[in-house]
């Protein structure tokens, strides 16, 4: 795999993680009743770690000698208040941009980077963490 593909990989994930930011501070601001005590924290946490991902992500394509992407990945955000569908809609983005992650990783292996394969495999797991949560909240 080369690193052009790798960057286009990564891009890919920095869109996701985009998109993902701005799903969930937007859920968290309209999430409505009861649920919004446990769901709006919850929301409000996505938010900072796509964030705080999206920097991880941005930074590795610039040290592979690429130009990060400055737009999310345009898969429609829905919006809704209510929190079932929300969370139906978390699952479907965890659920892609774990897939990229998990792609980003075979590529990785490549390059024999450790460090960025490190710091990659830490995003990985904590979209896996997300998803699991989502799961185990849908019941």
Known sequence: MTEHNLIQ???DALGWELR?????AHYAA????????QLSPM???????STMHADIVRKAIVK????????????EIIHTTQYGEMLVHSL?????????YAAIMIELESVGDQD????????????LRSLEELRLLMG
């Not at 993902?20 to 969930?24: E, S």
């Not at 479907?92 to 990229?100: D, F, L, R, S, Y």
């Open 92 to 100: 479907e983005t965890e659920t892609k941009a774990a897939a990229v």
């Open 30 to 37: 309209n999430i409505r009743g009861i649920h919004r005590l």
């Open 43 to 49: 929301f409000t946490d996505e938010a900072t770690e």
């Open 20 to 24: 993902a930011a701005n799903m969930y």
């Open 64 to 75: 592979l000698g690429g130009v990060p992407v400055t737009e999310r990945n345009p898969h």
């Open 9 to 11: 990989t990564l891009n």
């Open 116 to 127: 960025l394969y490190d710091a990659i495999e830490q995003i990985y797991l904590a979209e």
